[in-house]
């Protein structure tokens, strides 16, 4: 008898079990996003400010912002398509893009013709178009490289940031680089003297956004430029490394620029040889990646590109200008996507 009642209540709580809704298993639901999670970048942060050393959100709270950048914009035009900044910012998890445009190599926007201007001014007004409908900061790039002093093509370049800025002085996700990687013997008195023009220039038509100056020998001499800042609100240092070449030195310079007060914008770097190929170093790489997440600098990784050189994200055999699956990653591009994938909001 006591073994038939213990049947009885088995059958019974089966039966509520498998009838009552209450009861019922429910089938797996994945995850969804916070409500914060769902936000566009700029819906995070709205207009970006700096405040001492820090970049900072609508709110004064401390932003380390983290992208990509495009390869030359005359050569690997393809990739600023809307497709693949989603891609970007969705399984990437990156907030902001860099448009490398070139000033000095071929078809360059101070050597090739006056059509390749055009093209290339309508080429950013489409990627600035993308990234305000997926709320992405886009960092507009005058990318000296051959010409080394920035002062070569002064005259071109207040031409080139008058019009962006007044075109895009109501965008709050627009940040200007206004040279990249002066070199040679060019010194920060020269890059000094250059960006104070191009700061008031900008500043004419948009007197809020964030504009970013490189640095002499190639975006390293920071802690330079901190014994001698300019004066202005809203102004950010370029500093670059490429793993395999800047290790424990170079680390000191940044250091050394943090810890002056300075603020930094890492906006391009490479986890291979300065030259953009040869070996890449992961090690080191994870060393700078610490550095700059301790100090929240915010960084922008080199390049979006099929090219045939180790810092490129694709592989060279890679047509895919979007929608890129992870055996489409070069090597390069595989530690990128894993490093941003573990800290994306």
């Known amino acids: 008898m006591h073994f038939l009642k213990k049947i009885s209540i088995f059958l019974l709580a089966a039966f509520l079990f498998l009838t009552m809704p209450a009861f019922r298993l429910q089938p797996f639901q994945p995850m969804q996003q916070t409500t914060a999670a769902a936000k566009t970048p700029l819906e995070r942060y709205g207009r970006l400010n700096v405040s001492g050393s820090s970049l900072v959100d609508s709110s004064g709270n401390p ?5 990509i950048s495009t390869h030359g914009l005359s050569w ?3 990739y600023v398509n809307k497709k693949a ?3 970007l910012r969705d399984q990437w998890g990156i907030e902001v893009i860099r448009l490398a445009m070139y000033t000095a190599e071929y078809n360059g926007y101070c050597t090739g013709s006056a059509k390749n201007r ?3 001014k309508a080429l950013i007004d489409k990627a600035v178009q993308y990234c305000d409908q997926l709320g992405l ?3 507009i790039d005058w990318h000296i490289l051959s010409d080394s002093n920035p002062n070569i093509y002064k005259k071109q370049a207040a031409s080139f940031f008058k019009s962006m800025a007044k075109k895009y002085a109501g965008h709050k996700n627009v940040l200007y680089e206004i040279c990249n990687e002066p070199n040679g013997d060019t010194t920060w ?3 000094k003297s250059y960006a104070q023009t191009m700061i008031r220039t900008i500043r004419r038509q948009d007197p809020h956004a964030i504009i970013i100056t490189g640095t002499p020998t190639w975006c390293q001499d920071a802690d330079i430029a901190a014994a001698s800042p300019l004066k202005g609100s809203n102004l950010m240092y370029a500093f670059h490394f490429y793993a ?3 290790t424990d030195d170079y680390r000191k310079k940044l250091q050394s620029a943090i810890d002056s007060g300075l603020p930094v914008f890492v906006s391009e770097f490479g986890i291979c040889e300065a030259s953009g190929s040869g070996t890449i170093n992961k090690a080191e790489a994870s060393r700078w990646i610490r550095l700059l997440d301790k100090h929240q600098v915010s960084y922008v990784a080199w390049n979006l590109s099929n090219k045939d050189e180790a810092s490129a994200l694709l ?5 895919k200008t979007s929608g890129w699956k992870r055996s489409d990653l070069s090597e390069t591009g595989t530690w990128i996507y894993d490093m941003l994938r573990k800290r994306r909001l």
């Open 137 to 139: 900061y886009v960092i």
């Open 244 to 246: 395999s070449t800047h």
């Open 118 to 120: 055009n093209e290339l």
């Open 189 to 191: 008195n020269q890059v």
């Open 85 to 87: 900044f989603q891609t």
């Open 315 to 319: 592989k060279s055999s890679c047509t």
């Open 76 to 78: 690997y035009p393809q």
């Open 63 to 67: 932003v380390q912002l983290k992208g």
